[in-house]
């Protein structure tokens, strides 16, 4: 679900395109998704995310993270 743009941008924080590093930073990343202590990300013009897909990262955060 997350671009090469995003991987890139967050590339100094931690690797969105590693499933060890999405799962450290679930609850971060759907706060930011939500626009919950921070703006919106992704950013315009990739961003935001649609509600389904928001609602589809919160499932599998809810689900414990199935791969």
Same mark, same amino acid.
């Given at each position: 679900?997350?671009?090469?743009?995003?991987?890139?941008?967050?590339? /100094?924080?931690?690797?969105?395109? /590693? @499933?060890?590093?999405?799962?450290?930073?679930?609850?971060?990343?759907?706060? &930011?998704? /939500? *626009?919950?202590?921070?703006?919106?990300? !992704? !950013? /315009?013009? #990739? *961003? !935001?995310? !649609?509600? #389904?897909?928001?609602?589809?990262?919160? &499932?599998?955060?809810?689900?414990? @993270?199935?791969?």
């Amino acid at each position: 679900m997350f671009s090469q743009m995003d991987v890139q941008h967050m590339i /100094k924080a931690f690797d969105l395109s /590693k @499933y060890t590093d999405v799962v450290a930073h679930a609850a971060d990343i759907l706060n &930011r998704l /939500k *626009g919950i202590d921070g703006p919106v990300m !992704p !950013p /315009k013009p #990739e *961003g !935001p995310w !649609p509600d #389904e897909w928001i609602a589809l990262f919160q &499932r599998w955060v809810n689900e414990n @993270y199935p791969e």
